[in-house]
């Protein structure tokens, strides 16, 4: 992790050139229509909306990813901000407001992801209004753009909230992969997780797992809830 200012940040440029973000599955449509958004003069911010676990976070990594290995020199650093860097802004404090204006005001242009970003704000009115006159300002100037992701609940909150905010973005709809994708997905997390290969699992139990994150609801939306379930059956194999 790097640091401007007082607030920590992750290259994700040099994160992917160094291997550390996941390979893709699929989502080649979804990386185009953010790469169009964010090669715009205007309105070149990008909101990834769609429920829990149906992949936005590994969709903003791919995406940073294509970015890095495509391009030699890209033209914007792409950079993360952790979502709980912000929760201070809650406090309603000036001097606490200024660091971070500050702080952001001082970055170089470049791409800005935020992870969890509806997390952040959701249920928060006070926090969301101080987001809005950090924001405001660089996306109009033209100096930073913004990509961040948010659980449709927390937009429906954000809408009667706060609909000038989104203005400011353009959004993308996340929706799970389709299934051939999903299984692609587990097999690459057995490999991660089963790193010493000392359990087996064949594509008959890929097939399983996926028919029960769709039977029982309550396990969340795929892929996420496929690999959790995925991680705990290993889990539970090694330690019998």
Request: glycine share 4%.
């Amino acid at each position: 992790m790097t640091e401007f200012a007082k607030i920590g940040y992750y290259d994700l440029i040099w994160e992917a050139r160094k291997n550390r973000l996941d390979q893709s599955v699929g989502r080649l449509e979804e990386m185009s229509r953010i790469s169009r958004v964010m090669n715009r003069h205007s309105q070149n911010s990008c909101l990834l909306v769609g429920h829990r676990g149906v992949g936005k976070t590994a969709l903003m990594f791919a995406w940073a990813k294509q970015i890095a290995l495509s391009q030699a020199q890209p033209a914007l650093p792409v950079v993360l901000l952790e979502a709980d860097s912000f929760y201070a802004l809650n406090a309603n404090l000036p001097a606490v407001f200024a660091k971070y204006k500050e702080a952001l005001e001082s970055m170089p242009p470049a791409i800005v992801c935020m992870d969890n970003f509806g997390q952040l704000i959701y249920n928060k009115p006070a926090l969301l209004g101080h987001m809005l006159h950090l924001i405001k300002p660089l996306v109009l100037r033209g100096k930073i753009q913004f990509l961040f992701s948010i659980e449709t609940t927390e937009l429906k909150w954000l809408e009667n909230e706060q609909p000038n905010f989104l203005n400011l973005f353009e959004m993308v709809m996340i929706k799970a992969p389709i299934k051939s994708q999903q299984l692609q997905i587990l097999a690459q997390a057995y490999i991660k997780f089963n790193r010493d290969k000392n359990i087996a699992v064949t594509a008959d139990i890929f097939e399983l797992i996926l028919e029960l994150v769709e039977r029982f609801q309550v396990l969340g939306h795929a892929p996420a809830s496929a690999v959790g379930l995925l991680d705990e059956s290993l889990a539970f194999a090694k330690s019998s």
